[in-house]
């Protein structure tokens, strides 16, 4: 079955250290997409990549990297000058960013939950 | 720039119908989405309405839009245990890039 993957499903960094979350999909997909989700807060787009070896930058990027050098896999790294990483992560993926597939939006993984030790 | 807002929580009995309400601000948005969330879980797409609708039913599901107030209500008729999670609305940017998520509306449906 085609589908998001998002691993690990919990992770915790230590103070200092960057962590890598990943986010695979095999739904041909061109358009991939990171979330932050806090509790009573809405979702908050990090960044997102319309196409292979492109990326920008949403809302609250500062204290994320991210690349894509395969369609399938758009990993997002949280480094450490992100200095409040504790949430729940959501990737998502959509065919494409045309207007004329707004009828077709974004799927979502299952989600990382990222901790402060 | 765009807002998305619901109210936070709503509690049903089993059996009733459940009203859930979103007001969003961009009057250019075409579609607008409901999303389902369950615990621990990514969010799924529930249904959508274009915004040259007034309404769209799907089986349990009723979505009406108020384009004037700019208002979005999800209906769910006979709510189910299962039907317990958080409701997420929303809507596309005037850009086509991005989704405006509201907060959330947390469903909870008790005997």
């Known amino acids: 079955d085609g589908g998001i993957t998002q691993s690990p499903k919990y992770l915790f960094r230590k103070e200092g250290q960057n962590v890598t979350l990943s986010c695979e999909q095999n739904l041909n997909h061109d358009a991939m997409y990171w979330y932050r989700q806090d509790p009573g807060q809405g979702l908050r787009l990090i960044y997102y990549s319309q196409i292979v070896n492109d990326f920008q930058k949403g809302d609250i990027a500062e204290g994320y990297s991210v690349s894509r050098e395969k369609k399938e896999s758009f990993p997002l790294t949280v480094t450490s000058a992100q200095k409040n990483p504790t949430a729940f992560y959501l990737c998502?993926?959509?065919?494409?960013?045309?207007?004329?597939?707004?009828?077709?939006?974004?799927?979502f993984g299952d989600g990382t939950r990222l901790s402060i030790l | 720039g765009e807002d998305v807002e619901q109210s936070l929580f709503l509690s049903v009995r089993e059996g009733d119908s459940s009203v859930i309400n979103c007001t969003y601000t961009?009057?250019?948005?075409?579609?607008l989405y409901w999303y389902k969330q369950e615990p621990g879980a990514g969010l799924q797409l529930l249904t959508y309405i274009f915004s040259n609708m007034d309404m769209k039913q799907d089986q349990r599901l009723t979505v009406l839009l108020n384009k004037k107030d700019k208002h979005l209500s999800l209906r769910i008729a006979d709510t189910q245990t299962g039907d317990s999670a958080i409701y997420f609305c929303a809507e596309i940017d005037g850009g086509y890039n991005k989704l405006i998520f509201g907060a959330g509306t947390r469903l909870a449906v008790h005997p």
């Open positions: 998502a993926s959509s065919i494409d960013f045309s207007a004329d597939r707004l009828d077709q939006p974004q799927h």
């Open positions: 961009d009057s250019s948005s075409t579609y």
